[in-house]
Structure formats: C-alpha cells, structure tokens
C-alpha cells in the first residue's frame, strides 16, 4: 500500500508540473483505464454457516475499463467494468478452520461531480455496482469445501484528485468504498488515466 500512495504522489507531482489548461476541454467523451488495490472486509460467511468467528480482511490487485462523457467542467456520466481480483485469506470456526478465496466482477454506472482548480480537479462519485461473485471455500477438517456464485448489486461512491495533462490525457486517484453484501466496509484505491476526446 507504501508502494501505491507513493506512486500516486509522484504521479500528482508530475502532473502538475505539466497540467495543462482545462478550459481548453470542458466537455466530451471519454475513455480510459484504472488499477488498483481492493480491500475486502468480510462480515460473515453465510455459505459456511454460524460457526464462523473470525474472518481476517484481505485484498488484491483489481483493474477497471470506463467510458464516459462530460457535460461540462462539473458534471460527468461513467460506466465502468471492474475485476476486483480474488481475494482470500484464512477463517476460524467453532469446528474446524479453512480458506476462502471471492472472485468479484461487475458493471458500474456513475454520477461525477467535479470542482475544478485551475489545472487540478477534485471530484465525487455515486454509483450502483452489479457484481457477480464466485466464492471458494476450503476446509481444513473433514467434510466438503463450498462454492457458490450469485449476483448482486451495492451501493459505491468515493472521492479522489485529478490533472489533465498533454490537453487530453487525464489522470486521477480516488478512493472508493462499495458497499457489498456482507462486506459492507470493502473499499478500493485506483489510479487511472483516460484520454479526453
């Protein structure tokens, strides 16, 4: 995560060294690609059953695609495809201990707002994704392992720090929080660059 926030720092600085003038973009389409850290925090195991006690966070890499259009400087509409990876980790029971591994992907409509400061921009972002998520679960002791897959949808929103540079070239970092079921805490930190038409 050291790794990632320096990265993005060293990004921010260079981008405002060689921000270009905004004005000169106020709106259109665009498209773009993100990766980043996803942070699962898992409230329980339903599929497991109540014996769960404990269940660790984990994370992995994630990677997303958008397309989007601005209205004008301060509104946006985005779609985006996300993978979140595979997290996983280990698990306590009352009756024997395992491993779990969640593979988590989906579709993302949002609503951007924006604040433009000159050649840096701050941003807020609601969406509502629809995921599918296959979950693995490996027992330690006796008895079968557990998989199962279904679909669903959560709340997401986040906040984040965006520079224009090359006139088209936009590149950010945000925070997001999604609000799975079951994993009402999981969040995630991209940085992106999408090429403003």
């Known amino acids: 995560m050291k790794k ?6 060293l990004l921010t600085l260079a981008a405002a060294a060689n921000a270009a003038d905004v004005s000169d973009n106020p709106s259109g389409g665009y498209v773009g690609l993100g990766w980043g850290q996803f942070n699962l925090r898992l409230d329980r195991l339903d599929d497991v059953g109540a014996a769960v006690n404990s269940v660790t966070d984990s994370d992995d890499n994630a990677w997303k695609a958008f397309a989007g259009y601005r209205v004008n400087p301060y509104l946006a509409f985005e779609g985006a495809y996300i993978d979140f990876g595979r997290p996983g980790d280990r698990f306590d029971t009352s009756g024997t201990d395992g491993n779990y591994r969640a593979d988590i992907s989906g579709f993302a409509p949002y609503v951007i707002g924006t604040v433009p400061l000159g050649p840096v921009e701050l941003f807020g972002k609601l969406g509502y994704l629809f ?20 679909s669903d949808s959560a709340l997401t929103y986040g906040a984040g720090v965006g520079f224009t540079i090359l006139d088209h070239l936009h590149l950010r970092a945000e925070y997001e929080i999604v609000d799975i079921d079951d994993a009402s805490d999981s969040s995630a930190f991209w940085l992106t660059g999408a090429w403003r038409f």
């Open 4 to 9: 990632v926030l320096t990265a993005a720092v």
């Open 131 to 150: 995921y599918d998520v296959d979950i693995n679960v490996d027992l330690d002791g006796p008895g079968p392992g557990v998989d199962s897959s279904h």
